[in-house]
């Protein structure tokens, strides 16, 4: 081995912290600008011109690998030690001012790269940190694969050797060999890392909180949007998800993802950028992949850096432990456990119903493995010949393969509703037992029964009481088979009473909103509603005093409660419980005014002291005319039942339940059922007017007149004896001492009756009359859905009551 002597020069390097640290300078580097020099051959008096040109190409292949040479050397302001964590910057070159023009020019095209190895050198160096994601973590190794496989063997391997080999290797070569190799893709690369860079820097500088906030209200607009155009055009269903619209303060995943397929469609039109660009992209979403593919065929997320498009709400902090699924929480959990990442959201996922797809499809199938228990879906409907993801899909290619899987979780989701929980008679017990709809048995065995208890002013003795009564009718049919939803409903007299649950939930509490908007909601409707709208609570919540004594009756109270079992509370979702429920109170006030008229017609028309046959005829008359009024109030009321019994509850009833029974895996759709369940029970509410708080309203206090009717004919019994001698004689020991006849007063006294008579029929026509002309107006004016809409034979009917 030959032996050479070198010059070495090693000097102190003053600003050093505690003199400690020492700069070993051989002979051309120096570490930083204000160290000591080696001593350079003035260019000018090299008469030479290809030594010059070696002379520059020899600092060039110093520059290209980030260093300094004799002739080129860093600018005075660069001080690698000195550095800001939020910006990488490489170093400025100054060039001698004797070097030659032409060669000068080439220099200076050259050095960009020199300052382009150092950023990416930093980059790859500085965000390999796991916290910063896997995507961003394979892009890192794919910079320093392309420095060290590429760009460094061009410049070492090639250009160097040239240099030393090559006598006629010239500045011009060097260009041409970087422009032929490497240089487009350090470029490209560069390019890359400042837009990340430029993000990571406006992530840092942001109110991250702030930002959090706008796209979740941005979200609501577009939410309510959605809604209203859906219901404007008629149709049943809209794609609506939640998700979560917090800023990750570094850039992860799909943000870097996006950055990349952006710089792709930049450079569209340059085909050696586009394959360069494409394969980067390939490489460094190969994690995500691995996501994607994960979620879509198991249903697991594991995303331990918050980077895929998919996110768990309820991930639990190091220190904290993970929430446990439970009745009480499985249908919140279904919700909002998994949702959408906003930030990272690639735009080729975001079209369409691609997100959606995708979200639908990983839920499915967790719900399938948390029922049955199951760690994986391995062998549980294959998927065919499907290998292994290894480039993210796109365009056309990526709806196939989520419409495949997409296909596949719901043919899983429908052999675990059908098969394993017969959804179908399910639903039908829902719709008997809990929305109370053609079950006799009911109203013979307890409702019946309890009309005293329903008619007293609410408190907990009438509750206790009513409860009891219940129960004793839900042990009386606990033999019947298949009985599952009976067993799990509970009697509550709720504090507010039907018309102010139907207030809360109508047009004219959210200052004249869509009717649909609110019953279109799943859980947070009202919060919508309050964010989006600059409503004075405290105003709209104060009473006037010309308002009408609320009606204290129990049975505006009675309500039945329920809480479905999951996973049927994933179908069956609290909204849909809330909808069955004002249903089921409106059912059940009109069959209890129904039922006291019905009482009342039996004490006018079988009770001995009505049929007396010496009344004279003011009192017939009279007694005709109270006929007449019950009849008309009985044909209202027996119609307004039969209406919503039949044509709105029945009417639907037969349109959604052989969309239910004729069901198969082929063609079934998760979402599309859980639409058909909700658009059901929005219909229902539309046709039974229950979205129209001026309309119940008036319904109610029609059937306070009727109550005040009924109350009134059976409390004659007294009086219509101190109308007739004869009548008073025959009842004169039933009736309290010191009664006694007078012709005069009962003149007076029949004069009186025909009088209430007489303002019980005027209330009862004008409120009849106002009621017809609002469900004209409210049909009319497009408040309720087009196509088979049960409203028009409801006006029809009401002008013919007139």
Known sequence: MEVRNHVQDVCLIESAPGNTFLSRL????????????????????????????????????????????????????????????DEIRGPDFKIAKNMDPSLKSFAKWIVKFGKIYVVLTRFSERFTDPVYGAVLHRLCFEIRQFLSNEYMRCIVETAETEFETNTQFSIRELGQLLTQNCVFKAQLLHE??????????????????????????????????????????????????????????????GVILQLVEDKLKSNWGNQRNVDFLQNLFWNISAQYCTMLEK??????????????????????????????LNSLNSERLWDTQYVIRKDGLMNQLNSGDVAFKILMTGKLLNLFRTCCNLQGL???????????????????????????????????????FYEGYNLPRALQEIHQNFLLYNIPTFFRKFFNRSLVELTKVRSDAVQEKLQVSFQEYQKSRCEEPHNVILPLLNLQLDKRTFYRIIEQ?????TSEKDN????????????????????????????????????QYSVHHLQFEILVPFPLNTLVSKTCVVQYQMIQRYLLLLHYYNKILQDTWLEINKNKVWRHAGFGMNVKRWIRRCRVVHFRMAQFMKFMLEYTSQDVIQGGWVTLEPQLRNSRAAGFDYYHSQAALQDFLTQLMSHSLLTNASLVRLLIQITDIVHRFCKFVTSLRKT????????????????????????????QKLQELQDYLDLIW?????????????????????????????VLYLVERLKSLE
Not at 36 to 59: A, C, G, W
Not at 505 to 509: D, G, P, Q, R, V
């Open 26 to 85: 051989v002979n051309f580097q120096p570490l930083t600008n204000s160290q000591v020099k080696v001593k350079s051959y003035p260019l000018d008096q090299i008469k030479n011109h290809r030594v010059q040109e070696s002379l520059v190409v020899r600092d060039l292949l110093l520059v290209l690998v980030g260093l300094e040479g004799v002739y080129i050397r860093y600018n005075n302001s660069y001080d690698p030690r000195i550095g800001s964590e």
């Open 192 to 253: 890359l890392v400042q837009e990340i860079m430029q993000e990571m820097n406006r992530r840092a500088m942001m109110d991250r909180e702030e930002a959090d906030f706008q796209n979740f209200i941005q979200d609501l607009r577009k939410e309510k949007e959605t809604v209203q155009s859906s219901v404007r055009s008629d149709r049943t269903t809209s794609v609506l998800f939640m998700t979560d619209s917090r800023i990750n303060l570094h850039a992860r995943g």
């Open 295 to 324: 979620w879509l065929t198991n249903g697991s997320l594991e995303d331990p850096y918050d980077e895929f498009m998919v996110s768990d709400t309820t991930k639990a902090a190091p220190n904290q432990t993970s929430v446990a």
């Open 378 to 416: 391995d062998g549980v409907w294959p998927l065919g010949n499907s290998g292994p993801l290894t480039k993210l899909p796109q365009g056309t290619q990526l709806t196939l393969y989520v419409d495949v899987h997409y296909e596949r979780a719901n043919k899983l989701a429908w052999s675990l």
């Open 505 to 509: 939930f109508s047009s004219e509490t």
């Open 516 to 551: 649909a908007d609110l019953l279109q909601a799943r859980d947070f409707g009202n919060l919508r509603d309050m964010l989006l709208q600059n409503l004075n609570m405290q105003d709209r919540n104060e009473t006037t005093a010309s308002q009408s004594k609320e009606s």
């Open 720 to 747: 219509l004896c101190l109308l007739d001698i004869r009548l008073f004689s025959s009842y004169q020991a039933q009736l309290p001492d010191g009664d006694q006849y007078d012709e005069q007063m009962a003149l």
């Open 762 to 790: 005027d209330s009862f026509t004008q409120h009849r009359n106002a009621f017809a002309e609002g469900v004209f107006y409210y049909c009319d004016h497009g408040s309720v859905r087009s196509g088979e809409n049960p």
